[in-house]
């Protein structure tokens, strides 16, 4: 007898389900179901990865959700057609907007009765509606609810659900369920309520229902299931188990094929962009191009005309003339609102797409491949990435897409957070009922580095901390904390995916409310969405952005110039000699240690060559083997070579080593005679981790292609290991050609605007690589005077001033001041303009905003050093006057200024002055702490990082600093980064695993070292193989690293 | 004057204490660490120097100190903490009648008056650590005009520190702050200001002081000026409810013993009535004639405590309770001494609460239970006691429940879930049996050494649960089965222990 599945619940039923849906349809193909319906509570989260799977194994998934119904008890419905998939995502949506935050969502039963066509209804589990009726009213209110469903849904629409699990209450359930479909003729239904893939997995769900309702295992008691039986079950064991009403098994064939819709059939649009009467979408597009085209290409070239013609032409038989206009209408938005805006990623391989702004790069002029971005047999829509500048101005171009296409037009995408190291190790500690001093302890020792050494498993992290894992105990915990990982925890959004639809989007995916007000979400994420051909605009927030336009704005105020990106002279010689010599610390894209190490190599020139720097530190080429060749090559130490005579066009620019995707696609039409699309394909199965059986067909049909036309067996595993290590890792050459473009921008204000730059930089932190107290340090090596935060002259923000002799000079902004609310300082800063403050008491009195902790850490930093006009305050002066202004002396003496004795404290030393600067900003404006220590270092033959720069390669060396970055790429081997900074500079340290191993606690958790080693300096490269590290005394700061885990 | 006797690393040396005398030395000289924490991750609570110096630190797990080798490690004991604060404070006491126990591992003498008994406070002093280390403590002696600087010096230096009259600040001056008992927001204020000693922190300006740290400041300016003046708390010997009877003759009769049993309960209920104390627990020990048997020794002791619900001075519901117990029990031997001990507390002041249910005095319901148990016993086969309110566990696993006491307080009864509608009459314990089956149902059963026929069967219910507990994991499936008996049908519950691999019926259906 057939059985399929028709109530199976995954992960994405948050905290209930323990399965992947991957893993569900995985345990399907094992039991020879022919299809199963995903039924996860409130939503149709896994349905996507769900359908995708099944389509892989020759599953028919089928499509449905259980609904929470205020009257009580989940409804399981099931999709039979479109209308019923539209209905049902209506229904969510409607209750999941109207839900009030942290409260379950749950539709009315009359707006079930609105959205039912389409639907058929089951009765149900424990949750389920009848269940409800039974226990609450006994078979008359059971009556009365079968009644109430036949005439929701009609009789032939609903079934009476058998689920049994070796449980006599349910059992008892099950006969009156039996006895009441057969009074009222409907058919019953087996079911196994699925949870999980496998018995084992029993224990995942146990956990999760604890951390849903917040209790331990051990206090959890019958919240916790009472057995194992919710698996996957095939025919036989079903048809066992039903012995007794072998029609209940029957009816899930007949079911199933009544379900006639699938993901496949989604029925998803692009809205349509309103035009002009008379106009067409393709007429107005065509015409807004030309007008483009004319004004980029002066003039425009007969290839530009072929190209465009060809790619309008393509636009119009896809139908994507709305999108395009779409985009384009938001760029305008973009411009008549004052936003920097730029399209990155394969959007830059359109001539369209350039000719309507959206673009900075000319496609044609570089010889981008349009394919890449666009091809009629891959049946994908395109995608259009917009950088906008992070924060306001980028919510500003949300809000526009929401008001433009209504609340239910347009969403962003989800992003589904999944349980990881961190994470898992804490919630699996709770549950098991560790004290919060230890898990916090576990959950700081996870290894978090990207790159994973294939030794440094749990187990090891976990008797690294000290856990005994022959303890029982231990040993449930690590096992738990193991099959955990990548199960989904929660929904959140993506950080810029918006889909839009023609119509209502929420009759295409379910929308909720996302925890940012205003915004509104899918329940897909961008894969999913992207898998099922639901089209996205990316409106991504890009933090140099704001640092290019607030640079701007500050180089219009202070030094009298306007800049417009658009028009920056090109190839300055002092701007390329600059980023050869690697001094690129706040430079967009080349301010990596990799990126440093790799510039004085490649030694740009142009701005090309920028293009190919910013491709060449990419996962892709490094894991390739590609980027030391090319950069032999850039250097004439290696010659160009090939790896077919027929590749010379594709690989010439990039001297025969394949930097960029679209390279890679050339690759595989040159050599397997691909078509344009067929290559995107390969690119996209080859880095798609969910495909692995689409990458084996069509590597195979690669190599076909390769034999057929002549090549060896080694080129052409050559190729493809070219293409396979790229796959997703690589840049676009369109795509780093745009960053390019920013990287020029951020080069040419920091070397000509270094105030200006600086300021937007620090004001728009966090981002980039470094921490302001690098930004600061090499700033002020470059000659810019900078001030620390003083409250009779900063602002919120980091500002310009001139100084004494009428040079620019930057002050520290409030905003760094360590616990300062913005409002706070704004009041400061506002009482401040009605008049200067006179003392320490002044300022607590007109800004009681401020509050005594605020005060006092003003007074550390040295910030409140000039309130006294009448002479200048050391920091403890303004500490001891910060202790009596902030105790009232009662309503007795309000109003009188008592003056008070002078300060009986002491200044702070140097010492303590740092330690003040870096707990109150994260930074100092003074000498660099090693500065202090110098002497002491020159006699113990310590070098400084210039002297460093200056040895000869294999030389011994010791160098000492404040470890500024710790990094171990996924790349590298193991092999960890540290930058050291010093006064004089930075210099790079390079830690070989072993040696890691044998110096963790000094490698991960000191912050002053002294390093001795061999100097590796190669091509002006300079880099210091540690053979010892030692922690240094230099201060007690808290000096800040930015380590990448 | 005032002395401060401090044992330092006090965690490490009560442990040390149980040690034999030329194992504690060994031991001292080693690293050790006393270790404490939940069991699946002690930590480090204390360390000698020598631990210390191999570096091993407060905080560290087990694991973390074994990889440095080496170090003796001891699980931290209250009991022995106790123990070795008794030590100390009865070794003080041999010095000065007037000891205070300030904290564990710190005592504070007054030697006032003792000079000619000692000599000069050095020479006290030495005395008293000769005297401390032969009971096995080494300890920090500092002796001062009063106890707070004595026990400041006393945790500043090591060795023994003698602070003459005036002395005080000048002495004091290089100890760090953060000893002084001051909140971390107190100490944060100092550490910003640069103050790091007493020394700093005494020079400060009083007035001043009190305008920014109010009196909570200067009374630490004062502890660290060593100027404060308290009087010493000393420890009073608390006296013993303790009453025994030692017989002439061995008795046999209860009727003897009671009459001896309700005197020595009257001198104690007179005593706790003297002091304004009542009692809410007692032990009662009888000392048995030690009779050799052919099993071996038989007799000696026999011992019972009480704890009951409220504070008493009723001797008569004391005897009473007593009594009843004594009338329950039988003993293998005659009784050579009785001796009764009553726990003192408060006695009970709170009036009864007006809007409460009438309940039964919880003196009445005590005796009541007490005369109940004499007749059901206290604990059943299975170690679950047979006397109080049975209370459901929330579990899957099937007859779990638990005998609490009954309590006076009224508590609402809330009904379990799901009341079964057949009554099953449980087998305490299971009865082991054995199963055949045909197909995937039971056919036999195995009932009173007899296989009986399964008429019919429901079932497998399956439950399972604690797995993650490796020694509490538990597994059975469950059937109801009716079985062909002598009497016709009898309906049973048989269950597979799937942990034990062993069948079993559970019970019968009424």
Known sequence: MQYVELHARSAFTFLEGASLPESLVARCAERNLPAMALLDRDGVYGAPRFHMAAKQCGIKAQVGAEVSIAEGGSYPLLVASRTGYQNLCRLITTAKLRAKKKTVATAGLAELQGHAEGLICLTGDENGPLAHALAKDGMTRGRHLLRQLISIFGSQNVYVELQRHGDRFQESRNQAAIGLARERGLPLLATNGVCYATPAERQIADVFTCIKNKRRLDTAGRLLSQNSQRHVRGAEEMSHLFADVPEAVANTGELSSRLEFTLEKLGYEFPRYPVPEGETMDSFLRKRTWEGARCRYRPVSGRVRAQLEKELALIEKLKLAGYFLIVWDLICFCEQNGILVQGRGSAANSAVCYSLGITAIDPIGMDLLFERFLSEERGEWPDIDLDLPSGDHREQVIQYVYERYGKRGAAMTANVCTYRGRSAAREMGKVLGFDEDTLSRLSAIVGTWEWRDPNDTMEKQFTNTGLDLSHPQIAVYLNLCQRVQDLPRHLSQHSGGMVICQGQLDSVVPLEPATMPGRVVVQWDKDDCADLGLIKVDLLGLGMMAVLKDSIGLIRDHYGEEVDLAHLPQDCPDIYDTIRKADTIGMFQIESCAQMASLPRNNPTRFYDLVTQVALIRPGPITGEMTSPYLKRRQGKEPVTYPHESLIPALKRTLGVPLFQEQLLKLAMICANFTGGEAEELRRALGSKRSQQRMREIEIKLRAGMKANGFQEKTQDQIVRFISSFALYGFPESHAASFALIAYASAFLKVRYLAAFTAALLNNWPMGFYHPATIVKDAQRHGLRVRPVDVTRSQWNCSLEDDDQGRLTLRMGLRYVRSLQQASAEALVCQRRCAPFVSVEDLGRRAPQLSRDNLAMLARIGALNNLSPDAKLHRRDALWQVEKAVRKGGPLLDGIMELDSASPLRRMDVEERLVADYHGTGLTTGYHPMAYRRNILREMGVKSAVELRNLPHGKEATVAGCVITRQRPGTAKGIIFMTLEDETGTSRVIISPDFYDKNRMAVLNERFVLVSGLVQNQDNVVHLRARSIQPLAISAATTPSHDFH | ?510
């Open chain 2, 1 to 510: 004057m005032f002395a401060c006797l401090l044992v330092p690393d006090f965690p490490v040396q009560a442990a040390l204490l149980l040690e034999a005398k030329d194992e504690a030395e060994l031991l001292r000289r080693s690293p050790i660490a006393v270790l404490d924490g939940p069991s699946n991750l002690p930590r480090v609570i204390a360390l000698n120097d020598a631990a210390r110096n191999v570096g091993i630190e407060v905080g560290m797990t087990k694991l973390q100190v074994e990889t440095c080798g080496g170090v003796y490690l001891r699980k931290r004991s209250v009991d022995h903490e106790d123990a070795a604060q008794a030590a100390l404070l009865e070794c003080a006491s041999a010095f000065s009648p007037r000891v205070e126990s300030t904290c564990p591992g710190t005592a504070i003498l007054d030697l006032t008056g003792t000079e000619k008994l000692f000599g000069s406070p050095e020479i006290t002093a030495c005395k008293i650590t000769v005297s401390a280390r032969q009971i096995g403590l080494h300890l920090r002696i500092a002796i001062a005009a009063n106890p707070d600087t004595a026990m400041y010096a006393a945790r500043g230096f090591a060795g023994i520190a003698i602070i003459p009259v005036g002395d005080e600040a000048k002495i004091l001056a290089p100890l760090p702050v953060d000893i002084l008992p001051a909140t971390p927001e107190l100490l944060e204020v100092l550490e910003s200001w640069g103050i790091h000693t007493f020394k700093s922190f005494a020079a400060l300006p009083s007035i001043a002081l009190t305008e920014r740290l109010g009196q909570q400041g200067l009374a630490l300016q004062k502890l660290a000026q060593g100027r404060t003046s308290r009087p010493l708390k000393p420890i009073e010997p608390t006296p013993d409810f303790i009453g025994n009877h030692e017989f002439e003759d061995p008795i046999e009769t209860l009727e003897f013993l009671t009459f001896d049993l309700n005197r020595v309960l009257k001198e104690i209920c007179d005593q706790l009535v003297a002091q304004s104390l009542a009692t809410n627990e007692l032990r009662l020990t009888l000392d048995l004639e030690v009779r050799q048997t052919r099993d071996g020794k038989d007799g000696e002791q026999y011992k019972h405590h009480w704890k009951l619900p409220v504070p008493t001075q009723d001797r008569n519901m004391l005897f009473t309770l007593l009594r009843l117990d004594l009338e329950r029990n039988t003993f293998s031997a005659p009784i050579k001494k009785l001796t009764i001990e009553a726990v003192p507390v408060k006695p009970r002041m709170a009036q009864g609460n007006l809007f409460a249910p009438p309940s039964p005095e919880a003196e009445k319901l005590e005796i009541t239970l007490a005369r109940i148990r004499g007749v059901v016993g206290s604990l059943d086969a299975e170690g679950i006691s047979c006397v109080g309110s049975p209370q459901i566990l929330d579990t899957h696993k099937s007859r779990t429940f638990a005998v609490q006491s009954f309590s006076s307080s009224v508590e609402t009864y809330s009904p379990p879930a799901v009341i079964p509608t057949l009554a099953l009459r449980i087998f305490r314990p299971a009865l082991e049996t054995s199963v055949e089956f045909t197909g995937k149902a039971p056919h036999f059963v195995r009932l009173w050494k007899k296989h009986r026929r399964v008429l019919a069967a429901s079932g497998p219910w399956c439950s399972s649960g604690n797995w993650w507990n490796e020694t509490a994991a538990w597994a059975r499936e469950e059937w109801d089965v009716a079985l062909k008996t002598f009497e016709g049908v009898g309906y049973y519950r048989i269950y597979l222990d799937r942990v034990r691999r062993q069948w079993f019926v559970e019970g019968v259906f009424d």
